[in-house]
T-cell receptor, first 112, second 114 residues
Framework: DAKTTQPPSMDCAEGRAANLPCNHS???????VYWYRQIHSQGPQYIIH???NNETNEMASLIITEDRKSSTLILPHATLRDTAVYYC?????????????FGKGTMLLVSP | EAGVTQFPSHSVIEKGQTVTLRCDPI?????LYWYRRVMGKEIKFLLH????????ESGMPNNRFLAERTGGTYSTLKVQPAELEDSGVYFC????????????FGPGTRLTVL
């Protein structure tokens, strides 16, 4: 699977939008971009995924660049409960579509 | 709908002992996965069941680890004998049939080997 690169940490003020970047320059055409997060002492939680079109759900929006080499996860109005480690994961044929390969992720700290 | 549950939440054992972790997936989910995070490391895949069959066990670290899923429902992960480096958090996840479905994770079992 393609490797992803994320900043180790980011800060965001409560109520503001949190924009978390991810680089995946070696992504191939059949690989999806997934985002998960892990709140302290809990299991990872699915947020959103996409192939090439931008996606939005009740939790977040995912913006994928036209060349698919990078993406941004947007939490439109961050709350204190969004403080977590956010993982950008590329998943596709090479993993048998099954496994998730977690990197170090981005530690997002939302402050009052 | 009940989520993925894991038992126990914590386990403290001595080196050389045996521990069995249990995972109950979401009802109806054919896919069941085990992952773990050892101290200071990233979350790593261990293995994947489809119903009762092992689809991929490439992440199992060695033969001290044995996973089973009899009847295609709950799964157990046995570590025998446990070593110090096995300490960490063991996560179970499940997903319904379908290649790109999201995986739902349990809260994890924290294993400490002394």
């Amino acid at each position: 699977d393609a490797k992803t690169t994320q900043p180790p940490s980011m800060d965001c003020a409560e109520g503001r939008a949190a924009n978390l970047p991810c680089n995946h320059s070696t992504i191939s055409g059949n690989e999806y971009v997934y985002w998960y997060r892990q709140i302290h002492s809990q299991g990872p939680q699915y947020i959103i995924h996409g192939l090439k079109n931008n996606e939005t759900n009740e939790m977040a929006s995912l913006i994928i660049t036209e060349d698919r080499k990078s993406s941004t996860l947007i939490l439109p109005h961050a709350t204190l409960r969004d403080t977590a480690v956010y993982y950008c994961i590329v998943r596709g044929l090479n993993s048998g579509y099954s496994t998730l390969t977690f990197g170090k992720g981005t530690m997002l700290l939302v402050s009052p | 709908e009940a989520g993925v549950t894991q038992f126990p939440s914590h386990s403290v054992i001595e080196k050389g002992q045996t521990v069995t972790l249990r995972c109950d997936p979401i009802s109806g989910h054919d896919n069941l996965y085990w992952y773990r995070r050892v101290m200071g490391k990233e979350i790593k895949f261990l293995l994947h069941f489809v119903k009762e069959s092992k689809q991929d066990e490439s992440g199992m670290p060695n033969n001290r680890f044995l996973a089973e899923r009899t009847g295609g429902t709950y799964s157990t992960l046995k570590v025998q004998p446990a070593e110090l480096e096995d300490s960490g958090v063991y996560f179970c996840a499940s997903s319904p049939t379908g290649s790109y479905n999201e995986q739902f994770f349990g809260p994890g079992t924290r294993l400490t080997v002394l």
